[in-house]
């Protein structure tokens, strides 16, 4: 069972800037493909950002492509997502995902693993 744990929510103003970091536990992080997604209130879950197990490959919602940036670092067993140019809309819990392999993955039922989530609430 792979654990993973989100930080690095918080309340921004609109234009601003945060840094969601997600640990895994464990010692095959590098062999997992990681995506971020979010959920506001009344809303489905949605994509936002994905990158396969190799780290050469990513994946990005329209809406904010160009804005956030998803990366690894194999050593830290940790994915981030940066997040720029910050707006009320992006306001929702994200929470990390992972899965054994694969490409950099939209649909959430493709992975196995998932972690509580952090809140990022951004005001105007």
């Known amino acids: 069972q792979v654990q993973l744990v989100e930080s690095g929510g918080g309340l921004v103003q609109a234009g601003g800037s945060l840094r969601l970091s997600c640990a895994a536990s464990?010692?095959?992080?590098?062999?997992?493909?990681m995506a971020w997604f979010r959920q506001a209130p009344g809303t489905e879950r949605e994509f936002v950002a994905a990158?396969?197990?190799?780290?050469?490959?990513?994946n990005y919602q329209d809406s904010v492509q160009g804005r956030f940036t998803i990366s690894r670092d194999n050593a830290k067993s940790t994915a981030y997502l940066q997040m720029n140019s910050l707006k009320p809309e992006d306001t929702a819990v994200y929470s990390c995902?992972?899965?054994?392999?694969?490409?950099?993955?939209?649909?959430?039922?493709?992975?196995?693993?998932w972690g509580q989530g952090t809140q990022v609430t951004v005001s105007s």
């Open positions: 995902a992972a899965r054994s392999y694969g490409s950099a993955y939209e649909r959430p039922g493709l992975y196995n693993w």
């Open positions: 464990g010692r095959a992080f590098s062999t997992y493909a």
């Open positions: 990158i396969n197990w190799r780290g050469d490959s990513t």
